[in-house]
T-cell receptor
Framework: DAGVIQSPRHEVTEMGQEVTLRCKPI?????LFWYRQTMMRGLELLIY????????DSGMPEDRFSAKMPNASFSTLKIQPSEPRDSAVYFC????????????FGDGTRLSIL | AQSVTQLDSHVSVSEGTPVLLRCNYS??????LFWYVQHPNKGLQLLLK??????LVKGINGFEAEFKKSETSFHLTKPSAHMSDAAEYFC??????????????FGQGTILTVHP
């Protein structure tokens, strides 16, 4: 079975540029999550979707961040304009509905903003 | 409110010796608990989960964990460490109380080093 697929795996860009991260969840999963991982703050939940609808975006750090899920098989996380402090590893995860369902993670996008 | 505390930030063992990674949790509801492993430059991989069935849970790669409600613990063990076990391990608890999905609360992580 294909897992959660993220692209690109690595992104290096200059501050001020727009960055778009992409995620394909596991087929049949109702929930999709975006996380950010840094050494200082660990794993932080940014936003999650249920059936393509954003449910909780309280973890999105500021208005420069936006996320969309136009269909059940694709989601994007966009940063515009990007800043050096956005440098981190961004993970996408998906799960089936249900309190006990584990989340399945992609391999992440390592983002470096110069 | 819920929280999870991993008692050791680093654990170092020799290959072939037992592994113990400690985790304590607090939760207002009956929790679901998970252990995830993260290898360098990879995402988190589910090792095992506890969901109020058997208190001793067996996972992949020879790992197991025991849920002890009286001690609010969910420690991860393996009888014999392998070099490939070197990674970071996360203890995770879900929010209970009527939600339709498990919002994860992560521990701080424990880095396991395995020496030859």
């Amino acid at each position: 079975d294909a897992g959660v697929i993220q692209s690109p795996r690595h992104e290096v860009t200059e501050m001020g540029q727009e960055v778009t991260l992409r995620c394909k969840p596991i087929s049949g999963h109702d929930y999709l999550f975006w996380y950010r991982q840094t050494m200082m703050r660990g794993l932080e939940l940014l936003i999650y979707f249920n059936n393509n609808v954003p449910i909780d975006d309280s973890g999105m750090p500021e208005d420069r961040f936006s996320a969309k899920m136009p269909n059940a098989s694709f989601s994007t996380l966009k940063i515009q304009p990007s800043e050096p402090r956005d440098s981190a590893v961004y993970f996408c995860a998906s799960s089936r509905a249900g309190l006990n369902q584990p989340q399945h993670f992609g391999d992440g996008t390592r983002l470096s903003i110069l | 409110a819920q929280s999870v505390t991993q008692l050791d930030s680093h654990v170092s063992v020799s290959e072939g010796t037992p592994v113990l990674l400690r985790c304590n949790y607090s939760s207002s509801y009956s929790p679901s608990l998970f252990w995830y492993v993260q290898h360098p430059n990879k995402g988190l991989q589910l090792l095992l989960k506890y969901t109020s069935a058997a208190t001793l849970v067996k996972g992949i790669n020879g790992f197991e964990a025991e849920f002890k409600k009286s001690e609010t613990s969910f420690h991860l063990t393996k009888p014999s460490a392998h070099m490939s076990d070197a990674a970071e391990y996360f203890c995770v608890v879900t929010l209970g109380g009527g939600t339709s999905y498990g919002k994860l609360t992560f521990g701080q992580g424990t880095i396991l080093t395995v020496h030859p």
